[in-house]
């Protein structure tokens, strides 16, 4: 309890922004992928920035997954390789940052690579802003769904119904 207390703010925040992300993922499915593109792009850079200089900041989410098969990963194996495996999924974030931003089939790897990224990070508890992470899941879906995958810049024109004299 003492954690949601010292994280509420940031938990908020994360659950806030998902809900809405969710809602803009029924209607403008290209204004999501922009805040998806936005999002991954920054988070690649900043967690390959911290890993390469303060590595061991991401030891905090053992504390905060309320799973002991995570916290045991974590404060182990983790622990050993923190700068390779967080400069790895830095590169996995980049690639559906830019995948998300571009049409068809890459669009549908990108997404399947951020649910998977957002259904792992969820047992991170508090830490990853559960449920917020399965909110956004829900909300890349619904792009594969709705979406009609063309470039994120690119779209569709209204028919003109003018009728000629």
Do not use: D, P, Q
């Given at each position: 309890m003492e954690?949601?207390?010292?994280?509420l703010i940031p938990w908020s925040i994360s659950n806030g922004i998902a809900l809405v992300v969710l809602a803009t993922s029924f209607r403008w499915t290209k204004?999501?992928?922009?805040?998806?593109?936005?999002?991954?792009?920054w988070?690649?850079?900043?967690?390959?920035t911290t890993a390469h200089k303060t590595p061991d900041y991401y030891l905090i989410y053992a504390t905060l997954t309320p799973f002991?098969?995570?916290?045991?990963?974590i404060i182990h194996w983790f622990?050993?390789?923190?700068?390779t495996t967080v400069t790895l999924i830095s590169i996995g974030q980049g690639l559906i940052a830019?995948?998300?931003?571009?049409?068809?089939?890459?669009v549908k790897i990108a997404?399947?690579?951020?649910?998977?990224?957002?259904?792992a990070i969820a047992p991170l508890g508090i830490g990853s802003g559960f449920p917020a992470t399965l909110i956004a899941a829900a909300?890349?879906?619904?792009?594969?769904?709705k979406d009609n995958l063309d470039y994120l810049w690119h779209f569709k024109k209204q028919n003109s119904k003018h009728k000629e004299l």
């Open positions: 954690l949601l207390k010292e994280n204004l999501t992928r922009l805040f998806f593109f936005i999002l991954f792009a988070a690649s850079w900043l967690n390959y002991e098969g995570y916290h045991n990963f622990k050993s390789n923190i700068v830019f995948g998300i931003i571009l049409k068809g089939m890459v997404c399947a690579g951020a649910i998977l990224f957002f259904i909300a890349t879906f619904l792009i594969v769904k």
